[in-house]
T-cell receptor
Framework: SAVISQKPSRDICQRGTSLTIQCQVD?????MFWYRQQPGQSLTLIAT?????????ESGFVIDKFPISRPNLTFSTLTVSNMSPEDSSIYLC????????????FGEGSRLTVL | QQQVKQSPQSLIVQKGGISIINCAYE??????FPWYQQFPGKGPALLIA?????SEKKEGRFTISFNKSAKQFSLHIMDSQPGDSATYFC??????????????FGQGTILTVHP
């Protein structure tokens, strides 16, 4: 499986500010995915980050709130904009395994606390 | 249609016992069913996965049982160990096409194995 590195691993943010999370993969991947895990909850897909095109957002998530960049096949960023305490979550980057197996691998996550 | 329901919410097992976690899904188009293990402060790690063309898959102490007609699948952990104490998530997806990487997760089960 790919090695996925996320930065920051955790941060404490003030209400109304924005924070950008970085995801670096040690191999080239066509698709990268961003998930959110709210405290004590399950994981929910935010968007699919495609290299060379705009991200595709899931229902309930919008580009103005969660802008995503995908400048190359090994890197993506997710920005959480105009944060509120409800945005306190773990944000996880994930990539598919090799071959069309359906496998999905996750980074360690970025734990954001919004005060 | 997209829901995956997981039970129990929490489970306490004695060392050496069998841990059983159940999931049910509604969308018959799902064709990939993974289980993830998550330790505190870590990202989810892929544990084992199954496709609907088989009824059981075993990897070491971990077994997935799959019942296509009932739209249910379960994780069995044999000879449970304290090191297995973690949160377990079932998930489901349509592994092909535009749905690749879009996992629908269950609510999670907190497993505690007492020594």
């Amino acid at each position: 499986s790919a090695v996925i590195s996320q930065k920051p691993s955790r941060d404490i943010c003030q209400r109304g500010t924005s924070l950008t999370i970085q995801c670096q993969v040690d191999s080239q991947v066509t698709m990268m995915f961003w998930y959110r895990q709210q405290p004590g909850q399950s994981l929910t897909l935010i968007a699919t980050a495609n290299q060379g095109s705009e991200a595709t957002y899931e229902s309930g998530f919008v580009i103005d709130k969660f802008p995503i960049s995908r400048p190359n096949l090994t890197f993506s960023t997710l920005t959480v904009s105009n944060m509120s305490p409800e945005d306190s979550s773990i944000y996880l980057c994930s990539v598919p395994g090799t071959g069309n197996t359906g496998e999905l691998f996750f980074g360690e996550g970025s734990r954001l606390t919004v005060l | 249609q997209q829901q995956v329901k997981q039970s129990p919410q929490s489970l306490i097992v004695q060392k050496g016992g069998i841990s059983i976690i159940n999931c049910a899904y509604e969308n018959t188009a799902f064709d990939y069913f993974p289980w993830y293990q998550q330790f505190p402060g870590k990202g989810p790690a892929l544990l084992i996965a199954i496709r609907p063309d088989v009824s059981e898959k075993k990897e070491g102490r971990f077994t997935i049982s799959f019942n296509k007609s009932a739209k249910q699948f379960s994780l069995h952990i044999m000879d449970s160990q304290p090191g297995d104490s973690a949160t377990y998530f079932c998930a489901a997806s349509m592994a092909g096409g535009t749905s690749y990487g879009k996992l629908t997760f269950g609510q999670g089960t907190i497993l505690t194995v007492h020594p």
